[in-house]
């Protein structure tokens, strides 16, 4: 006998997706964020958020986090966050493209040391001097490649009036008329567009050398706000003898800049709220 074939029992109703689910979700990108460790940008970010966005998520976008999501000379990596501003997924951008190689401490004569590092840029060539070593030229080229994905990354965020913030060494007026990544012609163009350049000292938010500083903004007026509420208007008050030296090496033979690479974590602070606030 064949058993009985009753009529198909009814699709289970459809559960109404919570709030919590199909709200998208956006992310706040720091590229070139470096390691992650305590008092980041991620991690005061956080610290502001933890009570007002569940939606919104911090990424440290570095190929020290993740050989390959992190690897912003790699094209799709780059393309797919570039695609995700497009789609509206990006809330807001910062970035701190590797300024070794437009470092103005490469000018100075370091003491005691035979083959010092020196400058790779000047102001009439920019993106590199001819004649360079091997290793030179990948330092440079590397720099290079990096500070133009920042720039793409820039004329999107104006263009799609997404918060964005650009971080480099304040060069421009420096009397020794070094390289000055903001003397180029791509964030000359930028500059003319409705940003804010905010100029300011790091030893202020606790740097261990004065390390002037301009913060190029997109849709972030409240930078320059919260710039001017530090001391002094966060340009430095301090003595000669304040600042440590940044030229030459330890005794361990590490580079005494090395420490200065790394934001302090009061300037973190200020730019993850003021962040927070765009």
């Given at each position: 006998l064949q058993p009985a074939i009753g009529p198909a029992a009814a699709p289970p109703p459809r559960l109404a997706i919570p709030e919590e689910i199909g709200t998208p979700t956006q992310v706040v990108l720091h590229i070139?964020?470096?390691?992650?460790?305590e008092g980041d940008l991620q991690h005061w970010y956080e610290h502001s958020a933890s009570d007002t966005n569940n939606y919104i998520?911090?990424?440290?976008i570095d190929i020290a986090n993740n050989e390959t999501k992190g690897d912003l000379t790699n094209w799709t990596t780059t393309a797919f966050w570039i695609d995700q501003m497009h789609t509206g997924r990006v809330d807001a951008i910062l970035a701190g493209p590797p300024c070794e190689t437009w470092s103005a401490?490469?000018?100075i004569p370091i003491e005691g040391m035979k083959h010092p590092p020196r400058p790779l840029r000047s102001r009439e060539l920019p993106w590199g001097l001819p004649y360079l070593s091997r290793r030179e030229y990948d330092q440079l080229a590397l720099g290079n490649q990096l500070l133009r994905v920042t720039i793409l990354f820039l004329y999107a965020a104006v263009n799609l009036k997404i918060p964005a913030i650009m971080e480099h060494p304040a060069t421009v007026n420096d009397q020794r008329q070094v390289a000055s990544s903001w003397l180029l012609p791509e964030l000359l163009h930028i500059q003319k567009s409705d940003v804010t350049m905010v100029h300011f000292h790091q030893c202020m938010l606790g740097q261990i050398s004065i390390k002037p500083t301009t913060l190029l903004c997109v849709c972030m007026p409240q930078v320059q706000d919260r710039i001017t509420a530090v001391t002094n208007q966060c340009q430095c008050n301090h003595?000669?003898?304040?600042?440590?030296?940044?030229t030459g090496r330890n005794e361990d033979g590490s580079c005494r800049s090395a420490k200065a690479k790394t934001y302090p974590s009061k300037m973190c602070e200020l730019l993850a709220a003021a962040?927070?606030?765009a």
């Open positions: 070139y964020s470096g390691q992650r460790r998520f911090f990424l440290s401490a490469r000018t003595g000669f003898a304040y600042h440590r030296a940044l962040t927070h606030d």
